[in-house]
């Protein structure tokens, strides 16, 4: 059973940094199409970068293209978010989804692809 931690998220003013990962536990499959969403109260679940683990271009929603890096280390299981420039409507819980079926180079693949999904971690900005 593939498990999904994330961790990294905290309070931070407007144009400020933070990186979350995703750890990937439990699992023994070749690679993994990788996404990070965000919900803020009020809002749909939105994706906002995706990756695959085995090799590819990565994905970026235009709000976040610039500011936001995903990465991935191999060697530790774990997928990064940097996430510079941060925005109060950066507010929102972040979430790690990892699916080892689908190839998602370049591209954002729909919330009801994803087979695992993490706890959240929340991230608020201040203006």
């Known amino acids: 059973q593939v498990e999904l931690t994330e961790s990294g998220g905290g309070s931070v003013q407007a144009g400020g940094s933070l990186r979350l990962s995703c750890i990937v536990s439990?699992?023994?499959?070749?690679?993994?199409?990788m996404g990070w969403y965000r919900q803020a109260p009020a809002k749909e679940r939105e994706g906002v970068a995706t990756?695959?683990?085995?090799?590819?271009?990565?994905y970026y929603a235009d709000s976040v293209k610039g500011r936001f890096t995903i990465s991935q280390d191999n060697a530790k299981n774990t997928v990064y978010l940097q996430m510079n420039s941060l925005k109060p409507e950066d507010t929102a819980m972040y979430y790690c989804?990892?699916?080892?079926?689908?190839?998602?180079?370049?591209?954002?693949?729909?919330?009801?692809?994803?087979?695992?999904w993490g706890q959240g971690t929340q991230v608020t900005v201040s203006s």
């Open positions: 989804a990892a699916d080892p079926f689908i190839y998602c180079g370049g591209m954002l693949l729909r919330r009801d692809q994803y087979t695992y």
């Open positions: 439990g699992g023994a499959y070749n690679g993994y199409c």
């Open positions: 990756i695959y683990t085995g090799g590819g271009s990565a």
